[in-house]
């Protein structure tokens, strides 16, 4: 039995408890009785909101959470997708590769390269490296190339079914506005599996990517080394263990 006044339902004598006590009993006539009290206003609104609110949330947390799954796993299978064009974009490019070049038919010495054919590997060298040349004037230096571009060296590294042809450059770059600001550098140009029909696979070259800074204030920059010896040894020594090297 429920009650809210301090008198006892059965005979009517006054009920003492406090306002912790759940139960009571009766000292009259020994019965026991629950004790229920008045709510206040914010315990009558609290009671309100978690009965109206609690539906609610849970009716925008489950779609929201499916919605999180759902994207995730959208995100994870576009990535796996693109991961997987990747590899065969790689594959067949590998394979388109092994198709176009004729490895058992790839240079091994220097001595291979025909005399006729040097003059077109400077030349397309000499324009890959004007081309790479990126970076060289700002408002207060104009870099340019000074005189010819020079070849000191040329390399066949080979191993097996594989080769790289690395030629060593030389050219001076002057400021126009600072005459007196000359840099000699020596540029890496490097060419991979080449065949003894030189000019038929020679394709695009690639210049080292090695930096080298013109200006002090490091505005200007090309690419290359500031000693034969540094282009020679991070570009052709590297490989002298493993690979056998030809030069001219």
């Known amino acids: 039995m429920k009650f809210k006044e301090k008198k006892c339902p059965n005979c009517g004598a006054d009920l003492e408890f406090s306002e912790t006590d759940k139960t009571c009993k009766c ?28 539906p609610m949330k849970m009716f925008f947390i489950i779609p929201l959470a499916i919605f999180c799954i759902v994207f995730i796993f959208v995100v994870v299978m576009i990535i796996g997708s693109m991961r997987k064009q990747e590899t065969n974009d790689t594959s067949i490019f ?24 040097f003059d077109i590997i400077d030349s397309q060298a000499s324009m890959q490296i004007n081309r790479s040349a990126d970076g060289v004037n700002d408002g207060n230096h104009s870099f ?15 191993k097996e079914n594989y080769n790289k042809l690395v030629i060593i450059y030389k050219a001076t770059y002057e400021d126009f506005f600072h005459q007196e600001d000359r ?8 060419y991979e599996n080449i065949e003894k029909d030189v000019i038929s ?31 020679y040894q991070e570009n052709v020594a590297i ?4 690979y056998k090297i030809t030069e001219k």
């Not at 009259?28 to 315990?43: A, N, P, T, V, W």
């Open 144 to 158: 340019s190339i000074d005189g010819d571009i020079t070849r000191e060296k040329l390399y066949i590294i080979s």
């Open 27 to 54: 000292q009259y006539c020994k019965r026991s009785f629950e004790i229920e009290r008045d709510l206040s206003d914010i315990e009558k609104f609290n009671l309100v909101y978690d009965k109206i609110h609690k």
């Open 201 to 231: 696979s020679l394709g695009n070259s690639k210049v080292t990517d090695h930096i080298y800074y013109l200006s002090s204030d490091h505005a200007c920059f090309t690419y290359g080394y500031e000693s034969f010896d540094e282009a």
């Open 183 to 190: 840099h000699t550098l020596y540029i890496p140009v490097i």
């Open 94 to 117: 590998e394979e388109y590769k092994d198709l176009i070049v004729d490895k058992e038919n790839l240079l091994t010495d220097v001595n291979e390269i025909k005399n006729r054919d």
């Open 239 to 242: 490989y002298a263990e493993d």
